[in-house]
């Protein structure tokens, strides 16, 4: 059985945003400078690293919270059937109780995420220049 912990859930987001910015914006580079065409990031459960630079990119998009929130809870459908096969508990329910016993949803938890996270500031104050923020908003509205 897989155990979930402060880094397997949307609680994490806040500091890795603050105190380790460098990933999201080397990810977010490479989006923004990719060769034209389709553009997929992911990590291994697709909803810890990717959840996390799919909310700064659908933020910086103009996505409403329910819009992020609804893309993030995605993953656990996409992926159910993968956990299933590994032995995996189910990482819904798994979320939901790490996050509870915290006193807090993942609803909750990514809102606070995202209104907290302020673009394009956060983008350019990590050292994303503005031809990159240019090309990232050209890629993610054309």
């Known amino acids: 059985m897989e155990k979930i912990d402060g880094l397997g859930s949307p609680l994490y987001y806040p500091a890795m945003l603050v105190n380790h910015p460098e990933p999201v914006i080397t990810a977010v580079r490479a989006i923004a400078n990719a060769a034209p065409g389709c553009v997929v990031f992911h990590c291994a459960g697709g909803k810890d690293r990717t959840g996390l630079l799919a909310l700064v990119v659908l933020t910086l998009a103009g996505a409403a919270p329910d819009e992020i929130i609804a893309d993030y809870l995605l993953t656990f459908d996409r992926m159910k059937r993968r956990y299933d096969e590994l032995g995996f508990r189910d990482q819904l329910t798994a979320v ?4 509870a016993a915290r006193d807090t949803t993942i609803e909750a938890s990514l809102t606070s ?5 302020k673009m394009p500031g956060f983008l ?3 050292g994303l220049s503005d031809t990159e923020l240019a090309a990232l ?5 054309s």
């Open 137 to 141: 908003r050209a890629r993610l509205t």
């Open 113 to 117: 995420t995202i209104t907290a996270l």
């Open 96 to 99: 939901n109780e790490l996050l």
């Open 124 to 126: 350019l104050d990590n």
